[in-house]
């Protein structure tokens, strides 16, 4: 029986090898590595990129320019069994070390280096007609590729977030462009210290069909905001540098999680923790600790005491004090107080009407009763006891005068 024909294999189309202004073997030492490392480098816009071999299409490891600073040559080492040459990129926060094959090969990657960051072909190197040639060929389509992309340091923030951008991380660059208040045009911001204290300029940039004109006393009309960007960089002696955030370490923390709807897998970015407070955590699964609740503070013992009412009589009953508490022994404390009004003070302590003696004579006895009566009707021993006992002596003293004055009256 004859087995069933299987189709062809078809050959898995490759990756496009893609294309560079410039492209060699380059070995690559940065500033955590122990010794160089050898890559298929290429040179694509303001990128360089490294490849493990040149037949492969997709890079592993890439290094911006946006940060650069200058390029340096290294002398060599003086070992004969080591004939390579050196050179180094400074960038604003990090040195990279190369190492290459020829003197031809240093110049042509440091001329292919400085043509796409200085937007200009350089002058200053040995450099061949033909290779003086390819570098403004690589000019020219830097050019078309700048015109039609917006820089990595242009950001859509209003003036005072470009402020705070580059104040809170100044390690990032100090440039920055933004759109302008109109919407229309464009805005320049920089940072720079001077004598210890930030300083903050903003640069119109106006926009002239396709061209972009730097509003300064001599109008600069650039082809791009990428040329905006050079033109600030370039004059000034490389202090300005392009803002860019550092894409190397995430924000917010996040996890993958599976949707319970389709089953795929989704990024999730975990909701931030609330801090815990300084009093105890709750147990898990335990009641809800009750909020505080608001402590009154007792009232002031430096206040005064409320006034009473003078139009009524207060009773206001007190301890006996003990006899340490007065000094004069003679005046002794009553069990009660009486607060009385003072329009009916005088009346109420009006002594009683003494009954005028019987001209026959009244024996001792008899007087002496009818004043102790006269004297218990007046102040009940039930409510307030005796006045005073000082009063009750002046008044036996009286009765006493009284009596014998009757006496005599009879003899």
């Known amino acids: 029986m004859a087995s069933a024909l299987s189709p062809p294999r078809v050959p898995k189309a490759k990756g496009a090898l893609p ?14 590595d122990q ?6 480098a290429g040179l694509q816009g303001c990128t360089l990129y490294f490849y493990n071999s040149n037949r492969d299409s ?5 290094l911006g320019l946006g940060a650069f600073v200058r390029l340096s040559d290294e002398a060599p080492g003086g070992n004969p069994r080591d004939p390579g040459i050196y050179f180094n990129l400074v960038l604003w926060n990090q040195e990279i070390k190369f190492k290459v094959e020829s003197l031809e090969c240093r110049e042509m990657w440091k001329g292919f280096i400085l043509t796409v960051v200085e937007l200009r072909v350089p002058s200053n190197l ?6 003086l040639y390819m570098m403004a060929e690589a000019l020219a389509k830097e050019e078309a590729r700048r015109a039609l992309e917006v820089p990595p340091c242009f950001l859509r923030v209003s003036r005072l977030e470009a402020q705070l951008l580059l104040e809170r991380y100044p390690e990032c660059g100090n440039l920055l462009l933004r759109p302008s208040g109109d919407g229309a ?10 004598h210890g204290t930030p300083v903050f300029r903003h640069y119109k940039v106006k926009r002239d069909g396709s061209k972009y004109v730097i509003d300064v006393e001599d109008p600069l009309s650039c082809a791009s905001l990428d040329a905006v960007v050079n033109y600030f960089v370039s004059n000034s002696n490389r202090r300005l540098v392009p803002f860019r955030l550092n894409e190397d370490y995430e924000k917010v923390l996040g996890h993958v999680e599976a949707d319970k709807e389709n089953g795929e897998s989704v990024w999730v970015a975990s909701s931030a923790p609330v801090a815990p407070g300084p009093g105890p955590a709750p147990a898990s699964g335990g009641r809800k600790q009750l909020p505080p609740v608001p402590i009154t503070p007792p009232p002031s013992q430096d206040k005064p005491p409320q006034l009473l009412n003078q139009n009524e009589n207060y009773v206001i009953p007190i301890a006996d004090a003990s006899a340490a508490d007065y000094e004069n022994e003679d005046v002794h404390s009553p069990s009660w107080q009486v607060v009385p009004k003072p329009r009916k003070l005088a009346k109420s302590l009006k002594p009683p009407i003494a009954p005028k003696p019987e001209p026959k004579g009244v024996n001792g006895g008899l007087a002496k009763k009818l004043a102790v009566g006269s004297a218990q009707a007046l102040f009940p021993t039930t409510g307030l006891a005796d006045l005073t006992a000082e009063l009750e002596e002046k008044l036996q003293r009286r009765r006493a005068l009284e009596h ?7 003899q």
Request: hydrophobic share 25%.
């Open 404 to 410: 014998s004055a009757g006496r005599a009256g009879d």
């Open 19 to 32: 294309s560079h202004y410039y492209e060699s073997f380059l070995e690559k030492k940065g500033p955590h």
């Open 35 to 40: 010794d160089y490392k050898k890559f298929w």
């Open 58 to 62: 997709q890079h592993v490891e890439k």
């Open 126 to 131: 040995t450099l061949l007609p033909g290779h």
């Open 185 to 194: 045009n464009v805005s320049v911001t920089t940072r720079q210290t001077l």
